[in-house]
């Protein structure tokens, strides 16, 4: 046959993975009809996350007609809604998890890869994911090293939060963020704008990722205090600061030292 016929692909596709469900470990598709169009909202959810997406979902759903105007009703159909919450939670998870087999991968010769408050705690979550590995044999007989890690990292860190200058491992009863707001909305998400990564319980830097900005930031505080015309209040807001960023690169500096 001649050409791609979509549904007859997806048709197949679907008989595929529930006849092999045995073998591939995966739940099954249930019955029911399925066709490209249906992807359309997901797609444009999927894309919607991606920057200046707009331009590709409006030639996706035809919304260019008019540029002002097509903007609007493109990032209105894109939005999040509860139908797709659930799932796309369950895909932000495994995407954080892939990004901590980096990670994993580093902890089995027993590096320490975060400091801060919080960094026992994600060593002590990757070791039982190492640990649960090497208990189970079958599992690895089944399915790729990486796929049963990321699986396993998931489950293991279910709240994590990534940031550009720690990994927050979000519990609401130790989260200094929480702290900003009233009584009544608590607990429910990290609030970005109140992290405090150096002192919050739920913080671990990872030193590969987060480090060379704690550490710039580090020098650039060490020069401006050089100054010698700073003045008084100026110098102890320096000061302080650096005393937090320290918190997490102290350790780091005293390695280097001889």
Known sequence: MRGIDAAGEIDFFVAGVNASLERTGLEEIPAG?????????????????EPDSEIALGHQLKHLARRTLANRITQGYSRMDTHWAKEFDNQLELAAAGRLVELLKSRR???????????????????NVIATMNRAPALRAQLADEQIEVLLLRDEFA???FGTV??????????????????????????????QPAR??????????????WLAEDA?????????????PRRAALENRLSEVRLITGTWLTKERP
């Open 33 to 49: 009809r399925i066709r490209p169009h249906m992807f359309r909202r997901t797609m444009s959810i999927i894309c919607s996350q």
């Open 109 to 127: 010769s027993g590096t320490d890869v975060a400091v801060g408050p919080a960094a026992a705690k994600l060593h002590s979550g990757l070791d």
């Open 159 to 161: 709240d994590l939060h």
């Open 166 to 195: 720690n990994h927050c491992l979000w519990d609401p009863a130790q989260a200094e963020c929480q702290n900003s707001l009233p009584e009544g909305q608590r607990g429910k998400t990290p609030v970005l704008g109140a992290c």
């Open 200 to 213: 919050c319980r739920n913080s671990a830097v990872d030193q590969d990722k987060h480090g060379p900005v």
């Open 220 to 232: 650039d505080l060490t020069r401006m205090l050089r100054d010698p015309r700073l003045a008084t």
